[in-house]
């Protein structure tokens, strides 16, 4: 069974840089329309960045200039740039994409499991 796995999570100062990884367990076929979310403790999750698979990307308006969405198609993996981080930016980070595990397979929507990221003051 396929999982997403993020990384790059992390403990940095405010107006530090992170860069968070989204990639599968295993090889699959593909992965579209990818988004990035963050929950942090006593608050629902919240939506920060998606990568559609026509190119089209989109941010939550408090990360607007200081994140990045991006993804290598070859390689199958979603990658989310942070830079000038600030606490309030402090949460847990989960990638939610579509995956195809095999050509002409079922196209399936994944989570993963989150990578922490604090930024202290």
């Known amino acids: 069974q396929v999982q997403l796995v993020e990384s790059g999570g992390g403990l940095v100062q405010a107006g530090g840089s992170l860069r968070l990884s989204c990639a599968a367990s295993k090889s699959i076929f593909s992965m579209n329309n990818i988004l990035w979310y963050r929950q942090t403790p006593g608050k629902q999750r919240e939506w920060v960045a998606s990568?559609?698979?026509?190119?089209?990307?989109n941010y939550e308006e408090s990360v607007k200039g200081r994140f990045t969405i991006s993804r290598d198609s070859a390689l199958n993996t979603g990658y989310l740039q942070m830079n000038n981080l600030k606490p309030e930016d402090t949460g847990v980070y989960s990638c939610n994409a579509d995956l195809r595990t095999t050509s002409g397979g079922r196209l399936n929507r994944y989570w993963g499991q989150g990578t922490q990221v604090t930024v202290s003051s």
């Open positions: 990568l559609v698979s026509g190119g089209a990307t």
